[in-house]
């Protein structure tokens, strides 16, 4: 996908982990596979300043050049600590809900009086139901097997336990942050002097057996915690719902013909087939305006990423048409 002119002027045009493109995807599949492209375009729906704003609520510090980020910030362009990292991770955990990290519970005198303990700060950051959705996709193994395979290391046997994996360009940095009900816990795999490791240190690779390991021994005593379930979300629009555009057609077995609604009811049931096909498919941005998310359905045909983006569903679902459009150019 081509997102057009960035700060530099010339057009912003990155590429998945794997330089493949791997065609429709919903939300579930592009955040558990660690896709690029949707990444990109999901910062774009909800605003670069909005998304920073909301980074911020969950404890990230760092990102203070608001003026310098782009849409890379949604691929690691802008920087952020470990301590950090595992604190916002910890608020999907805990239903939404923050808890700064501390050092010190409390100080106490040799006869036990206490000279100054931790006030608890906890304060709601993101709804319940946006928390337990990540918790559902980021603890879906199935979801991103068709990426990382059934086994990785991010797969605890027998506990429900929610990961992410992340690698920088260049292979500069690894990481890997998961979490339980109950605990939150990071790692960064990298060279302590800046260099860079060497190709194929992918975060599954270096940084996630770390983080199994340790994740074997702290639940090794605990019991399993399977996150609470989120509501299901209803909408009109297909693509919110995470569904293609499709409809039942009904048939006469016989000539094949497609039969009306009127005609089905009176047709005897045995000589009827019914097919499911596809209509009309779009980009997000067909049917949702990333400025009013809630109002009416429909384009905004003054987006600058409308046609771009549908151009990219076209060429998925008709690469030879978009071939040819390339060889006039």
Same mark, same amino acid.
């Given at each position: 996908?081509?997102?057009?002119?960035?700060?530099?002027?010339?057009?912003?045009?990155?590429?998945?982990?794997?330089?493949?493109?791997?065609?429709?995807?919903?939300?579930?599949?592009?955040?558990?596979?660690?896709?690029?492209?949707?990444?990109?375009?999901?910062?774009?729906?909800?605003?670069?300043?909005?998304?920073?704003?909301?980074?911020?609520?969950?404890?990230?510090?760092?990102?203070?050049?608001?003026?310098?980020?782009?849409?890379?910030?949604?691929?690691?362009?802008?920087?952020?600590?470990?301590?950090?990292? +595992?604190?916002?991770?910890? +608020?999907?955990?805990?239903?939404?809900?923050?808890?700064?990290?501390?050092?010190?519970? !409390?100080?106490?005198?040799?006869?036990?009086?206490?000279?100054?303990?931790?006030?608890?700060?906890?304060?709601?950051?993101?709804?319940?139901?946006?928390?337990? !959705?990540?918790?559902?996709?980021?603890?879906? $193994?199935?979801?991103?097997?068709?990426?990382?395979?059934?086994?990785?290391?991010?797969?605890?046997?027998?506990?429900?336990?929610?990961?992410?994996?992340?690698?920088?360009?260049?292979?500069?940095?690894?990481?890997?942050?998961?979490?339980?009900?109950?605990?939150?816990?990071? +790692?960064?795999?990298?060279?302590?002097?800046?260099?860079?490791?060497?190709?194929?240190?992918?975060?599954?690779?270096?940084?996630?057996?770390?983080?199994? =390991?340790?994740?074997?021994?702290?639940?090794?005593?605990?019991?399993?915690?399977?996150?609470?379930?989120?509501?299901? +979300?209803? =909408?009109?629009?297909?693509?919110?719902?995470?569904?293609?555009?499709?409809?039942?057609?009904?048939?006469?077995?016989?000539?094949?013909?497609?039969?009306?609604?009127?005609?089905?009811?009176?047709?005897?049931?045995?000589?009827? =087939?019914? %097919?499911?096909?596809?209509?009309?498919?779009?980009?997000?941005?067909?049917?949702?305006?990333?400025? $009013?998310?809630?109002?009416?359905?429909?384009?905004? %045909?003054?987006?600058?990423?409308?046609?771009?983006?549908?151009?990219?569903?076209?060429?998925?679902?008709?690469?030879?048409?978009? !071939?040819?459009?390339?060889?006039?150019?």
């Amino acid at each position: 996908t081509n997102f057009g002119p960035d700060g530099s002027g010339k057009d912003y045009i990155p590429q998945n982990y794997s330089g493949k493109f791997t065609g429709l995807v919903s939300m579930r599949q592009a955040l558990s596979r660690s896709l690029n492209i949707p990444a990109i375009k999901a910062l774009y729906l909800a605003g670069i300043p909005q998304t920073i704003a909301l980074a911020e609520k969950l404890g990230i510090t760092t990102l203070t050049r608001k003026n310098d980020y782009g849409l890379s910030l949604a691929i690691g362009g802008g920087e952020v600590t470990l301590l950090d990292e +595992v604190g916002a991770f910890s +608020v999907f955990a805990n239903d939404g809900v923050r808890n700064p990290a501390y050092a010190i519970q !409390k100080i106490t005198k040799a006869d036990g009086s206490v000279i100054v303990a931790h006030e608890s700060d906890a304060r709601r950051v993101i709804g319940e139901e946006t928390a337990r !959705k990540i918790d559902s996709i980021l603890s879906d $193994n199935a979801s991103r097997t068709a990426v990382f395979g059934p086994r990785s290391p991010l797969f605890v046997p027998g506990f429900t336990v929610a990961a992410k994996t992340g690698t920088t360009q260049d292979f500069k940095d690894a990481w890997t942050v998961g979490f339980t009900r109950s605990i939150a816990v990071g +790692v960064w795999a990298g060279n302590n002097d800046g260099t860079l490791m060497r190709p194929g240190s992918d975060g599954v690779f270096v940084a996630a057996p770390i983080w199994r =390991s340790f994740m074997d021994t702290v639940l090794a005593v605990r019991p399993d915690e399977p996150f609470p379930a989120y509501l299901p +979300v209803s =909408s009109e629009t297909p693509m919110l719902t995470g569904k293609l555009n499709q409809r039942l057609e009904y048939f006469n077995n016989k000539s094949g013909k497609k039969l009306s609604e009127e005609k089905m009811k009176k047709t005897d049931p045995e000589k009827i =087939s019914q %097919r499911l096909v596809a209509g009309e498919v779009h980009d997000i941005l067909f049917y949702v305006n990333k400025d $009013n998310p809630l109002g009416l359905a429909g384009p905004n %045909r003054a987006d600058p990423m409308l046609a771009r983006w549908e151009r990219g569903v076209n060429g998925a679902l008709n690469p030879e048409e978009e !071939k040819k459009k390339d060889e006039k150019k």
